[in-house]
Each structure stands twice: as structure tokens, then as C-alpha cells.
């Protein structure tokens, strides 16, 4: 079994800031791509930033320049430090990463979901 077990959200002004953790534990033998997703209410879930395992790295237009992905490959762990954040940044964040268990298929796993509510 592989949980991913976000941390982080709050609720934050406008302009303000906010680092978001989610960290992948259970059988893991190598972990591909790992990004963060948002949904906001009546809205479709989007893809906010991804990283590879190599570091590249890629950002929705809406978040270029405000927001940055990193990771520690040693802890298993992705990050989503968010500044200068908006109203329009309202969202449950949810962490999303491409596991394999040590045979040849990898699996999609998401995170719980963690509130980021900003305020005007």
C-alpha cells in the first residue's frame, strides 16, 4: 500500500503565502513524476505545477512565476511553495504521484486533499 499524505493549507490573505508538503510513505520502490492538482467548487480539477524525478519542471500559466515545485527524492516528498497568492487560488490542493512498488507497473496515487482558502 502507498499513501501520500498532504500538509500545509490554511487560510491566507491575499499576497500572502503558503508552502504545501506532501510526502509519499508504504511500498515504494521508485517514484516518477509526483505535481499537484487544484479543484476549485464547480470547477474541473488542473493540473497547478509537475516535477520528474530528474527536476524538470512544469507550471500552469495561471501560476507561472508565483508559485515553485521542488522535491526531495530522499524523503520521498514534493513541495508547492505558493506566493503572492489570490482569491482565485481558492482550491482543494491535492497531491498526485507515479509510483512503482519494484515490479515493472507503476501506479497514479493521489494525496487527500488539503484546503487553501485565500482571502481579499
Known amino acids: 500500500q502507498v499513501q501520500l499524505v498532504e500538509s500545509g493549507g490554511g487560510l491566507v490573505q491575499a499576497g500572502g503565502s503558503l508552502r504545501l508538503s506532501c510526502a509519499a510513505s508504504?511500498?515504494?520502490?521508485?517514484?516518477?513524476?509526483m505535481g499537484w492538482y487544484r479543484q476549485a467548487p464547480g470547477k474541473q480539477r488542473e493540473l497547478v505545477a509537475d516535477i520528474t524525478s530528474g527536476g524538470s519542471t512544469n507550471y500552469a500559466d495561471s501560476v507561472k512565476g508565483r508559485f515553485t515545485i521542488s522535491r526531495d527524492n530522499t524523503k520521498n516528498t514534493v513541495y508547492l511553495q505558493m506566493n503572492t497568492l489570490k482569491p482565485e487560488d481558492t482550491a482543494v490542493y491535492y497531491c498526485?504521484?507515479?509510483?512503482?512498488?519494484?515490479?515493472?507497473?507503476?501506479?497514479?496515487?493521489w494525496g487527500q486533499g488539503t484546503q487553501v482558502t485565500v482571502s481579499s
Open positions: 508504504g511500498s515504494i520502490f521508485s517514484i516518477n513524476a
Open positions: 498526485n504521484a507515479d509510483i512503482s512498488p519494484g515490479s515493472s507497473w507503476w501506479y497514479d496515487y
